[in-house]
Each structure stands twice: as structure tokens, then as C-alpha cells.
């Protein structure tokens, strides 16, 4: 390195034209804090545009939108909770459940996913930052894993955002404060766990699906396919199919796994069809598991291979 | 310490394509001209050396780094503006620099206070605030170079860096890479397919052609100034040719040509006299640079080309006498 380092010659006020680039340049000294860094900067940066912030304004209203509209099962179930509570003596049974909020979100979390998964890789691909990225600090399973990482993080805003002000509802509208906690504290494993699965199994889905093209709409027609046709065509296998195939075939749909995990998790029973079918808890585990999987699988795969 | 240093780097596309053939080279520092046509391999080379393409054999190292074991790590050190379009029409060009600048590992305050610096540097200033999509080319060309420069990069990788540019971008951009590499005294390499502006910018060249290196020398072997005096006459070359060398002029007779060698002045008036002495008509007479361009000539092309070609390769022994300092100028590596 044989340059020197030239001090600025010029105060930040005075611009005049004819000195437009002579304002000198002064080297980093500082510390550069290599590729740990740069990942949780690709995450937050990643989470933050989840919702559209450090985006502009139309940006933000689906992914804000999608999220009020999460919250408010919740404040319907507390406000149920309160009004029931008082008149009926707790008699009736509030329709909301942690058990079942998973269904509740569930529309929601899709989505979400379908519109914002697409914004999470697709922009980088369709404006052709990656090159950018990979020749930075980064490898390229960094890159994957922290937008995955942000995804899964901005859904569990989602899930437990609203699980949580059922939580504090619960609790605050019991008779009795205290034994009204210590009934909802034993649902936290079962809460925490099936949002994290959920979260987990559709980023990594959305994200799989999302990193093949670098085309918003057909990113999303690709995730809707998979979450909304699935269920409808599991459906209908189910009841043409007779005996034990006629059963799990209900799993190749991810939201029945997800809704059949979620019932396992809460020791609870599923809707129907899933209610029929009777698949053991133990079966949904694993099948999140290879749904999870293998979404991860693909994801890493498609950037290891990417151009760039 | 070689800036960039290659060993028999080869990378290839499928089975027929090679876009690097057995590369072997050594850089120092500088501002570096990358020189071929499209398709040559430069892309190729710089994507290898950034760590964004697996080189199929061979080794390289940036910086004394090896670039398959150390990618992320050079990568702090060296920036990229690539050809295409990159940008994310979405961000302030402020706040995709400062972003840029911390997946680089710059701490989040450093990475603000060199954002509002290198986008100074290169000239935006209010429109920094604005949304990149509303950019002109000019302004995006200008985004690219300050994403490249945020991390204060040891080595800066400009591919195309005029691509789309108007004569008047073109000038702005070739000046701030100019002084990038000067004043700065960061190393740049900048990968081109036009000759003219590596002229006027770089002071080293590196010259491949399908996938193999042509030439890697300072760029005044390239383009000396004292160069050859092209001699046309309709006949009697021959007879020129021998006046011109009784008179203590090197030259050489190439069929209707005669090629002189020009140190000052002298010779066009010995041409002149000796021309009009002998009768002889005098068509043309024309001093020759050595252009950048004879680099990629077909040696198949007509003679006066062919001539050219063997004055910049230096291959030629005959005009070697004529042009002394050529053939030292060879392909070093």
C-alpha cells in the first residue's frame, strides 16, 4: 500500500462544482469484524424488511397489515374471555384455545409467507444483488441461513405475539390470579414448541419454494399451491382412498402435519379429517421433521449452486 | 507482496467451455488494466478471484490469501462492482451502502460515517436521500463504485465500470477510478473490452485472450510514443529503403511499405527528400503507435496489420531493431 492518506480539504458545507470530488479520502483503521457480523447484519436487516421497515411505505402494509389481523383473535378471545367469564360464570367455553390458534393464524401465516418470502430472496435475485453479497464477508450458506433464520424469526412474532396476549388475558381475566397462572404456565412447552415447529417447517418451505425463481408471482402462486392445494387434494385422496394409505395420506399436505403436531403437542384433538385418521403424535414429529428438513435441504442447495 | 498471484488457474463451464486456461500470472499493486474482447475470461477471472466461482484446477491467492480456503476473509479486503445491474431499486442509496458496508464487518457507526463519505467520494449528494430505482445510469454506476469503496477495500475489482455510460459519465467514472487509485492508494484492477479508456486510466496491463494470458506488461510498452513511421509509396520500396538506410535510418521494407524508425522529426524530412530524390510517388506516410488494439489482431490480417501485430508482441526479430525496448517487454510470468 503506497497511498497517502489525504485530509479532507474541504468542509462539509462548501460543495461548490468545481471541487465536487476533491474532498479528499481517509482510510478505515478500524476493526472489521468478519463473517459473524455480516450474518446477524443480513439477519436483522432481513427481519426488519419482513415487515417492511427501512422499506418504503407500501411496503409495510401487507406484512403490518398481516400482523394486526394475527393479533386479533387474540384480543377477540381476551375480551370473550373477560365478557363470558363474568356472564355465564365460565360455563362457556372460550372458542379460542391455544390448540386451536394455530388454525386460527394459520391463514394468516400463509399469507405472510407467500408475500413476503418472495421479498426476502426474490428481490435479491431479480435485481441481481447476491453478487454483492457473496463477494462480501459472507459464504453463501450464511446468506441462506439468515434469511431463513429472519423468516422464521418474523413468524414467531407472529405465532407468539398473539399466544402471549391470550397468555395475559387468561390470566388477568381468571377469578383467581394465581391458580389461573399456574393452569396456562404448564401450556408454555406446548405453545413455545409448536410455534417454533410451525415457524420453522413453513419459513423453510416458503423460502425453498421462493429461492427457485427469481419472479414474485410465481413465487407465491408456488406457495400458495403447496399450502392451500395440498390440503384440498390430501382431502380428497382421503376419502378415495380406503384403509392405512387412505390415512397418512393425509400428511402430504405440510398443514396437516402442522395442525396434527399442534393437536399432539396441546393433547388435543385435531379437526376433521385429521380427527379420523388418528395418526399417532409420534408420526407428525417426524413428519415435520423431513418436511423441515428437506425444505432446508433444497434452500442450501439452491445457493450453493446459484450464479452469482 | 504479489497483490494477486495465479498458478495454472483454469475454469471451465460443462465439458467444452473454458473460460480459464492454465492462468498463470503475478500482479503487484497499481491500477491494473484487465484487457480482452467479450468472452475473453476477464468476468471469469474476477469472479474466481473474489471466491464467487469454485476455479475447476489451479490455485489463487488475493492478497496472500487463498481464495478457496480464505474467501470470506479477502472479501473484507476487496471490493466488487460488477457489470450488471445490482442495486435494489427499493433503498436509499445511503441505506443500501451502510448495509453494504456492514456485511462487509464493518461495525454499524463505521459503516454510516464511510457510507456518507465514499457516496461524497463519488459525487451523490442530496439524491442520496432518494430511492435508488429513480436513479439515472450515471447515479447507479456512481452507487455501484461507493458499495465497492465503503469497507475501504485493499483491492478494488471494477468490471466494465463505463458499461451504459455516456461520454460525459464515461470521463467522471474513469477520473474517480484514476484517483481511487492514486490519491487513495487503494489497488484497482479494471476489467474492460475497450482499449481506450485502460489507456487512460491504468499503468499495468494484463491482456487475455480465451482464457489464457496474451500479455502482462506496464502500459507504456504498450503505447510508446516513439513509434514507427509507416511509409507507403505506389513502387520502389525497395529503392527507399536503401536510400532511407544510407542516409542512418533504421528501417525495414515490408512489400509496398517501408517501416522506419522514429525517434524525432528527422526522419519524415529524410523520407521527403529521399522520395522526391528517387522519383518515387509517395502515397502515404503515417506514424504508428503501438495500439492496444494490434494486441487481439489476427496475425493473418492484411501485411501492414500483421506488421503492427509483430511490432506489439515484440515476436517479430526483424523489428525488433526497429523498435528497441519491445522485445524486453514480453510476458513476464
Known amino acids: ?308 | 507482496m504479489p497483490l494477486i498471484s495465479t498458478r495454472e488457474l483454469t475454469k471451465r463451464y460443462g465439458a467444452s467451455v473454458i473460460a480459464l486456461d492454465q492462468l498463470t500470472l503475478d500482479v503487484e499493486p497499481g491500477i491494473i488494466g484487465l484487457v480482452g474482447a467479450n468472452g475473453a475470461g476477464k468476468s471469469t477471472l474476477i469472479k474466481v478471484l473474489l471466491g464467487l466461482l469454485e476455479p475447476t484446477s489451479g490455485s489463487a491467492t488475493v492478497l496472500d490469501m487463498d481464495v478457496r480456503q480464505q474467501g470470506p476473509t479477502i472479501r473484507q479486503f476487496v471490493g466488487y462492482m460488477p457489470e450488471h445491474d445490482c442495486l435494489p431499486p427499493d433503498m436509499t442509496a445511503t441505506e443500501f451502502v451502510t448495509h453494504m458496508g456492514r456485511i462487509s464487518g464493518l461495525p454499524s457507526d463505521a459503516a454510516r460515517e464511510r457510507t456518507a463519505e465514499v457516496l461524497r467520494h463519488v459525487g451523490l449528494y442530496e439524491e442520496r436521500y432518494r430511492q435508488i430505482g429513480g436513479y439515472s445510469t450515471g447515479m447507479k454506476q456512481r452507487v455501484k463504485l461507493a458499495q465497492a469503496l465503503v469497507h475501504d477495500p485493499r483491492l478494488l475489482l471494477l468490471d466494465e465500470p463505463t458499461n451504459g455510460l455516456d461520454p460525459a459519465g464515461r470521463d467522471e467514472m474513469l477520473e474517480l477510478v484514476r484517483r481511487t487509485g492514486t490519491e487513495f492508494g487503494i489497488a484497482v484492477i479494471v476489467a474492460s473490452h475497450l482499449l481506450g479508456e485502460i489507456e487512460r486510466v491504468c499503468d499495468y496491463l494484463l491482456a487475455i485472450d480465451a482464457g489464457r494470458l496474451l500479455r502482462a506488461a506496464p502500459l507504456s510498452t504498450f503505447t510508446t510514443r516513439t513509434g514507427v513511421l509507416t511509409v507507403e509509396v505506389e513502387e520502389g520500396a525497395d529503392r527507399l529503403a536503401a536510400s532511407l538506410s544510407r542516409s542512418g535510418l533504421t528501417v525495414r521494407e515490408d512489400g509496398h511499405l517501408v517501416l522506419v524508425k522514429l525517434d524525432d522529426e528527422r526522419p519524415y524530412d529524410v523520407v521527403r527528400d529521399a522520395a522526391a530524390e528517387l522519383g518515387l510517388a509517395l502515397t502515404r506516410m503515417e506514424q504508428r503507435r503501438h495500439r492496444l488494439e494490434d494486441l487481439f489482431r489476427d496475425p493473418t490480417d492484411d501485411l501492414q496489420a500483421g506488421a503492427a501485430h509483430a511490432a506489439a508482441n515484440g515476436a517479430t526479430e526483424a523489428l525488433k531493431a526497429v523498435v528497441p525496448g519491445d522485445g524486453a517487454a514480453g510476458a513476464e510470468p
Open chain 1, 1 to 308: 500500500m503506497t497511498g497517502q492518506v489525504t485530509e479532507r480539504t474541504t468542509a462539509p458545507g462548501e460543495t461548490a462544482a468545481g471541487s465536487i470530488y476533491d474532498l479528499g479520502y481517509q482510510h478505515y483503521l478500524g476493526r472489521r469484524l468478519g463473517r459473524r457480523a455480516a450474518f446477524v447484519a443480513l439477519y436483522v436487516e432481513s427481519l426488519r424488511a419482513c415487515f417492511g421497515l427501512g422499506r418504503p411505505g407500501r411496503s409495510k402494509i401487507v406484512p403490518v397489515g398481516l400482523l394486526v389481523i394475527a393479533l386479533l383473535p387474540a384480543v377477540i378471545a381476551i375480551a370473550v374471555e373477560a365478557l363470558l367469564g363474568g356472564i355465564a360464570g365460565g360455563r362457556v367455553r372460550n372458542p379460542i384455545r391455544y390448540d386451536n390458534y394455530f388454525g386460527a393464524t394459520f391463514q394468516i401465516l400463509v399469507l405472510f409467507v407467500a408475500a413476503q418470502g418472495p421479498e426476502l430472496v426474490g428481490r435479491d435475485q431479480r435485481h441481481h444483488v447476491l453478487s454483492l453479497y457473496f463477494s462480501r464477508a459472507l459464504k453463501r450458506l450464511d446468506y441462506a441461513l439468515a434469511k431463513l433464520a429472519a423468516l422464521v424469526s418474523a413468524l414467531l412474532i407472529l405465532l407468539l405475539l398473539p399466544q402471549a396476549a391470550i397468555f395475559v388475558g387468561k390470566v388477568l381475566g381468571g377469578k383467581d390470579v394465581a391458580a389461573a397462572f399456574g393452569d396456562n404456565v404448564v401450556l408454555l412447552p406446548a405453545i413455545i414448541l409448536s410455534s417454533v415447529a410451525a415457524a420453522i417447517a413453513m419459513a423453510a418451505l416458503a423460502l425453498a419454494l421462493a429461492s427457485l425463481t427469481p419472479r414474485r408471482a410465481y413465487a407465491t402462486a408456488a406457495i400458495f399451491a403447496v399450502f392451500y392445494i395440498s390440503v384440498a387434494a390430501a382431502g380428497i385422496a382421503h376419502f378415495a382412498v380406503h384403509g392405512d394409505l387412505g390415512r397418512y395420506i393425509l400428511l402430504v399436505a405440510p398443514t396437516n402435519i402442522l395442525e396434527g403436531l399442534t393437536a399432539w403437542l396441546f393433547n388435543a384433538v385435531p379437526d376433521a379429517p385429521l380427527a379420523d385418521a388418528a395418526i399417532g403424535g409420534g408420526i407428525y414429529a417426524l413428519a415435520t421433521l423431513v418436511l423441515a428438513g428437506s425444505a432446508i435441504a433444497v434452500l442450501l442447495r439452491r445457493y450453493a449452486r446459484i450464479a452469482a
